[in-house]
């Protein structure tokens, strides 16, 4: 349960905070919420203090029916961050949502640990070649088809027999390229409706048996909030819910918006797993 994030290493026996930091204009939540490097800054400064164990950048909106940008683009609105973030705090392990081995590339270049890719390698055949040469830790999560397309294919035989078998087979061609330190997300959200992304929580002990680290993205996602009739800006203790079911079933990351109460909710049920 250790990975090696470039001779860092994060022990995830106790469950860490991946903290969300959105540079997209279009995400569904905190889209364009960071204007400037500034606004951003002072935001990963905010969930450093709050106990975020690691930041996950993003500058590519997934959210579903999400257009698709260039990759200059998506570049143009991570570097220069992601520059600044490595100067102001040095020791930050980070991570870098995209699922283009360019971007991955440039990032880990530029000094990211990282790379959660939201197509596990099916979206840019070259990834896995390059997380296998960088040698850093590889967050693989469960999706069909693009942002663009994804909410049309959610039909599955059996959900949780096929995410299982989606994840053994990217692992196992990961690991033939001699890609050690795998983390798997089950997807949320992603070619998925509201009863499956339930159904997949209840079960989600049942991914355990992969033997890899599991990774939960539930903020305030629209399995919450429709669920409850409110706005996703609503959702907070919604979510905090779903990150105790999460950690109960097995999830080693928390990767939310809201740093503090998922650090909250991981020391309440440490002091569950003690008595």
Excluded at 101 to 126: C, F, P, R, T, W
């Amino acid at each position: 349960m250790t990975i090696n994030c470039k001779g860092q290493l994060l022990d995830l026996s106790l469950p860490k905070v991946m903290g969300v930091l959105n540079l997209t204009p279009d995400s569904f939540y905190d889209g364009g919420k960071f204007k400037n490097e500034k606004e951003a800054l002072l935001q990963v400064e905010k969930n450093i203090q709050d106990g975020m164990d690691i930041l996950d950048i993003g500058a590519y909106s997934s959210r579903p029916g999400a257009d698709d940008i260039s990759e200059n683009e998506e570049l143009q609105r991570l570097s220069s961050v992601l520059k600044q973030v490595k100067t102001e705090f040095p020791n930050l392990i980070i991570s870098i949502d995209t699922f283009r081995s360019k971007v991955a590339k440039e990032s880990l270049d530029q000094g990211a640990h990282i790379i959660n890719d939201i197509s596990a390698g099916n979206l840019d055949n070259k990834m896995l070649d390059l997380i296998a040469e960088y040698q850093v830790p590889y967050i693989m999560m469960h999706m069909r088809g693009t942002p663009k397309t994804m909410k049309e294919l959610t039909d599955y035989n059996d959900l949780v027999k096929d995410v299982v078998f989606y994840f053994s087979e990217r692992i196992a061609e990961a690991r033939k390229k001699g890609i050690n330190d795998l983390i798997i997300d089950p997807g949320f959200g992603f070619a998925k409706n509201i009863t499956q992304n339930f159904k997949l929580l209840n079960h989600l002990e049942v991914l355990k048996n992969i033997d890899v680290p599991i990774l939960t993205g539930l903020s305030r996602k629209s399995m919450i909030y429709k669920s409850l009739l409110i706005e996703a800006d609503q959702a907070l203790n919604g979510t905090t819910a779903l990150n105790m079911a999460a950690l109960m079933n097995g999830s080693s990351i928390l990767r939310v918006h809201d740093v503090l109460e998922a650090k909250q909710c991981i020391i309440l049920y440490q002091k569950l797993k003690e008595n």
